[in-house]
């Protein structure tokens, strides 16, 4: 704010230069890295399948010994605010930054 000119002033060029995409994945990577084994995983599975995941899917994969610990990490998922349940009851990811911070972690 100016108070000078009694009204709000930004360089839109300073603004558009700032690299913003990167501290929010960076933000979001530091979060998920600090998450449990679980839900890294549900995490990164998802982000493999793209931006949403049947519930068949999350199903099949934890008959599997491997991912039998998908279903867990998908309720912490939700409850942590990463993933929802769309209308068509497909699992998602809220945004298409926490799915590209999730795939990133991916070896």
Known sequence: ????????VWNEDTIRAEDITDNVLHLLSSKMNRLSDEMQMLLKVMACFGTSTNDSVISYLTQSPEFS????????????????????????????KVREAAYNLTP
């Open 69 to 96: 610990g998908v279903r867990n990490g998908l309720e912490g998922a939700i409850s942590e605010g990463f993933v929802e349940l769309n209308a068509e009851g497909s699992f998602k990811f809220v945004h298409d």
């Open 1 to 8: 704010y100016d108070f000078y000119q009694k009204r709000w």
